[in-house]
């Protein structure tokens, strides 16, 4: 009850366009600590996961599931429970390596890529355009948030096209709050000589946005990749491109993600 709870707060804040996300407030009480993850930390991706969800129809209760295999950030994330002004997330997952375990929706040229904004180069949409191929979230202040804490800031996903106003390929960004809670950090012995000599840090977000916030409004055609020369005779489809990716109602329009973090340092 308190997830569906949770996701309709942010399915209510997500659905002004524009304006800037209002901060709501995690159950519990703060515990102020001394968590510290700094750039000398790396990124433990077998010990973590990036997965999302949906309902499967806009007017369903089912829901579609899935995971994205790669994902990072740039510059490094960094932590500092003491001073949450030092904190920084620059968040990134690569939406061609979407999977949701079934290779008919999830191969080259099906359908869960272009519903995530992909385009391809080839006629066969075999090769993707990398300019369409990365989503990031960009944190601008990080603040205390009950037990946890919300990362405030953007989401970049899709891209416009012309004539919308905008360079053709710039991003389409909307405001959204990553909330997210720090699990904890444990001392290991990795080696097996009784001997502890790695930190591990875990951490886990939420966060959820509304994919017609992330359609370029301005486009009446779908995209589809420049013919080839033998078939450019007569065609007015790649001329007239003007979106990026696939609007359909076969995934509902909110998506809600969920990340699982690992972090570890030698020492």
Known sequence: MKNILFLSVLAFSLTACKKKDSVTELAGTPVTGNALV???WTLDKPHGNVCWESNYLDYSIGKLTGRFNNYGFRPKFTFDEANLSNCRINAWVTLSSIDTGE??????????RSYMGETYLDTLKTIVDPASDTAWFRSTNIVKSGTGYAAIGTFSFNRYRTPSGFADGTPISTPVNLYFTYNGTADFDTEGDFIKDKYCASFTGHFSFLRSEHMDVNST???????????????????NNKTYGEWTRTIADLMSFTVNLQFYKKH
């Open 221 to 239: 055609i779908k995209y589809v990749p420049v013919p080839a020369h033998i078939d450019l005779a007569g065609n007015t489809i790649a001329v």
């Open 38 to 40: 700094d750039i000398l």
């Open 103 to 112: 290779p008919l929706r999830d191969g080259l040229g099906k359908c869960i």
